[in-house]
């Protein structure tokens, strides 16, 4: 099993900057690839952004230039700065741990951008 704690949520106003960040603990072998989710209310999940155990980064393209994905060194701690905040980014984040034999996730952090 593989647990996930997220932390960092909360409001701020549009233009202002969040930093969430997730750490991963259990049963883990190395470095693993994490990720960040989003889902607003009535719509579905969506992939933010992503890093590999390698440390390559993917992000969606309404975050590009905005949002950046980082690793501690050499850790399963991952964080996600988030700049020029929208009231469109309003959701519930989910980090993610996608491994060969299941995926895991986290408890979600609220994130609410007020206009």
């Known amino acids: 099993q593989v647990q996930l704690v997220e932390s960092g949520g909360g409001l701020v106003q549009a233009g202002g900057s969040l930093r969430l960040s997730c750490a991963a603990s259990?049963?883990?072998?190395?470095?693993?690839?994490m990720g960040w989710y989003r889902q607003a209310p009535g719509n579905e999940r969506e992939l933010v952004a992503g890093?590999?155990?390698?440390?390559?980064?993917n992000y969606a393209d309404f975050v590009k230039d905005r949002f950046t994905i980082s690793r501690e060194n050499a850790k399963n701690i991952v964080h996600l700065q988030m700049n020029v905040l929208k009231p469109e980014d309003t959701a519930v984040y989910y980090c993610?741990?996608?491994?060969?034999?299941?995926?895991?996730w986290g408890q979600g952090t609220q994130v609410t951008v007020s206009s």
């Open positions: 890093i590999t155990s390698g440390d390559s980064t």
């Open positions: 993610n741990a996608p491994l060969s034999l299941r995926e895991f």
């Open positions: 259990g049963v883990i072998s190395g470095i693993i690839p």
